[in-house]
């Protein structure tokens, strides 16, 4: 999600990752969320539990008509984005990834070291 005051950092997204869409332009000019209220996106101070629920729910409905929502989704992981909804995904959900993300890197790294060792 793009609030329309910030400007948008690039990602780096690795070079076999990168689609023809991105290529033709920044994945965040077909972001379907350029059209919509950013606070749909972001929670207000002091938001109660069910409507911050109801409003999550709300977005991730905008996300998933998104055309450009796993470009967006990787960028907030990769910046990490700290707040809002971004990719179909909180920010909670989002800390979940990359700390798989983390547990599979490690592990790879200690599979690694093993075979190199034996």
């Known amino acids: ?8 950092q690039e990602a780096a997204v690795p070079s076999q990752r990168i689609s023809a ?22 929670a207000p101070s002091k938001e109660p539990t069910a409507a ?9 409905r905008v996300c998933a008509r998104c055309p450009v ?3 967006c989704r990787e960028h907030a992981l990769l910046q990490p984005e700290p707040y809002g909804v971004w990719g179909g995904l909180t920010a909670a959900e989002r800390r979940v990834v990359l700390a798989r993300r983390r547990r599979r890197e490690a592990e790879l790294q200690r599979t ?7």
């Open 1 to 8: 999600m793009l609030l329309p005051h910030q400007p948008l």
């Open 21 to 42: 869409r991105e290529q033709a332009g920044p994945w965040h000019s077909e972001a379907v969320c350029r059209r919509d209220e950013a606070g749909l996106f972001f």
């Open 52 to 60: 911050r629920l109801s409003r999550e729910e709300a977005a991730k």
């Open 69 to 71: 929502m796993v470009e």
């Open 112 to 118: 690694t070291r093993i075979a190199a060792a034996g």
